[in-house]
């Protein structure tokens, strides 16, 4: 598998990192991967599914949100609009190079993007989400302390797993006026929903809430005993594994 570092510009023109995995041999299909709440390309579900996939012919790319990871901009000045806008440019700056995507995968609040966005991207075909809540305002508990500060001063830095963020009142206020039900019932592509039951950041019934507001063709498979993360190597490839199999049929 060959990767290339790559930098594309971003909802609003700001340069975004990016890594693109590459089959040795044939190459089937193009997907796009969404990382979780304020991970990055570089975690290692990410890495690792996209590894898999790309040795099944599958090519991955996976990028850092505006004000994450090695893409510039400020992450104060993001919200859940941005990051879907990001992944719109993204899959514009494949299409321009001639591989354009038709499979989205989303980790988390990457999975609720791909949710979102996948309805205004014509050439998508298959979706994937992973560990995705139905209601992006989800991942206000993981700063809720800080939310009176928020609201009153505009914004507050937080701590999350062990790292700073300033959380705006914009960002809190954009993510919660947003739903998915219409956006995932208007998808023109087949959606595969993978959950952990055991997931305790966020519950099994956001994947019945997901399955339920899609329309077929749609799958549900379970990421049995795996953690939100996806953190060990055999839930990745797992994940991977079923992607590719699944995706076959529609990319």
């Not at 990016?18 to 990382?35: C, E, V």
């Not at 899959?91 to 990457?110: E, N, V």
């Not at 993007?113 to 809540?133: D, E, H, N, T, Y």
Request: proline content about 5%.
């Amino acid at each position: 598998m060959a990767t290339k570092r790559i930098t594309f510009p971003g909802h609003d023109g700001t340069p975004l990192a990016a890594r693109l995995d590459l089959p040795d041999g044939p190459h089937l299909a193009t997907a796009l991967f969404a990382h979780c709440f304020t991970c990055g390309k570089d975690i290692a579900a990410a890495r690792r599914i996209a590894a898999r996939l790309a040795g099944m012919g599958i090519a991955v790319l996976r990028f850092d949100f505006t004000g994450l990871g090695h893409s510039e901009g400020e992450f104060a000045n993001t919200s859940f609009t941005s990051n879907v806008e990001d992944l719109i440019a993204a899959c514009a700056f494949l299409d321009q190079t001639g591989m354009a995507p038709s499979l989205l995968i989303g980790h988390s609040l990457g999975g609720a993007a791909v949710l979102s966005a996948a309805s205004r991207m014509p050439g998508i075909k298959a979706v994937a989400s992973l560990a995705a809540p139905f209601d992006p305002s989800h991942v206000i508990h993981n700063f809720a302390d800080a939310l009176p500060q928020i609201r009153a001063k505009g914004q507050a830095e937080v701590c999350l797993a062990g790292r700073p963020f300033t959380i705006s009142k914009g960002f809190v206020e954009d993510i919660e006026q947003t739903a998915l039900t219409q956006s995932i019932a208007a998808m023109d592509a087949a959606l595969l929903v993978m959950h952990a039951p055991l997931d305790d950041v966020v519950g099994i019934e956001n994947a019945s809430q997901i399955f339920g507001a899609a329309k077929h063709p749609k799958s549900f498979v379970t990421l049995d005993k795996a953690d939100h993360l996806i953190s060990r190597a055999e839930d990745a490839d797992y994940a991977a594994e079923v992607i590719a199999t699944w995706a076959r049929r529609y990319i």
